[in-house]
C-alpha cells in the first residue's frame, strides 16, 4: 500500500490522541491543509502526519463521522533533523 502524501505530511496533534493511539484528521487545521494538498481521506490508506518534532504513518480509519489516522506497525518516530518540515528548519513566524 503506498503512502497517499510520501513527501508532504499532514499537522497533527499528537497531544490529542484516543486511546488507540488515533490521531483525528477531522480538526480545522487538518481539514484546510488537506483541501490545499488535494488529498481525499479514503478508507485503509496510508497517510504521514506530523507535527515538526514527531511523525507517523496510520491507517486512515473512518471513526464518529470524521476520519483518523491508526497508527501502523512501526508507530511514532521522532522527524529526521534534515527533513524540510522539522521545527528548526521552520522557525515560527512572527505574529503581524
Request: aromatic share 16%; proline share 4%.
Given at each position: 500500500m503506498s503512502i497517499i502524501n510520501s513527501d508532504q505530511p499532514v499537522w497533527a496533534d499528537f497531544n490529542n490522541r484516543d486511546k488507540d493511539g488515533a490521531v483525528w484528521l477531522g480538526k480545522t487545521l487538518t481539514d484546510m491543509r488537506l483541501k490545499d494538498m488535494d488529498l481525499l481521506p479514503t478508507e485503509d490508506r496510508e497517510i504521514l502526519v506530523s507535527d515538526g518534532e514527531v511523525e507517523m504513518i496510520g491507517i486512515i480509519k473512518s471513526?464518529?463521522?470524521?476520519?483518523?489516522?491508526?497508527?501502523?506497525?512501526?508507530?511514532?518516530?521522532?522527524?529526521?533533523?534534515?527533513?524540510?518540515?522539522?521545527n528548526d528548519n521552520n522557525p515560527p513566524q512572527p505574529a503581524p
Open positions: 471513526r464518529d463521522g470524521g476520519w483518523v489516522a491508526v497508527p501502523d506497525a512501526n508507530g511514532f518516530r521522532d522527524v529526521r533533523k534534515d527533513a524540510w518540515y522539522h
